[in-house]
Nanobody, 120 residues
Framework: VQLVESGGGMVQPGGSLNLSCAASGFAFSRNFMSWVRQGPGKGPEWVSQINPINGRPDYAEDVKGRFTISRDTVKNMLYLQMTNLKPEDTALYYC??????????????RGRGTQVTVSS
């Protein structure tokens, strides 16, 4: 059972990054999947989720309109397209099994994360 994120990096404000998460060992298409981030000195913050039934996305208010979550249930991949990045988006981003309520919890199954740094 594994989640492995990739795609992080350093970008200037206003830039874009595309994150990926490879899932294995569980029924990916049957689970809520989320992106969660943890900024410096902060607790985990839910960013986005995708509904396993209908594929409906949901977003935290401060990323709505800038981030897009998607999935490929054939490849068992979860994605997060991030545009118009702001310094406050700087965080370790990780994918997690669960929804907005469960994914940020310490007990949630998650990957090790990929670092996103937004700085000029």
């Amino acid at each position: 059972v594994q989640l492995v994120e990739s795609g992080g990096g350093m970008v200037q404000p206003g830039g874009s990054l595309n994150l990926s998460c490879a899932a294995s060992g569980f029924a990916f298409s049957r689970n809520f999947m989320s992106w969660v981030r943890q900024g410096p000195g902060k607790g985990p913050e839910w960013v986005s989720q995708i509904n396993p039934i209908n594929g409906r996305p949901d977003y935290a208010e401060d990323v709505k309109g800038r981030f897009t979550i998607s999935r490929d249930t054939v490849k068992n991949m979860l994605y997060l397209q991030m545009t118009n990045l702001k310094p406050e988006d700087t965080a370790l981003y990780y994918c997690a099994r669960g929804n907005k309520d469960t994914a940020p919890l310490g007990s949630a199954f998650r990957g090790r994360g990929t670092q996103v740094t937004v700085s000029s």
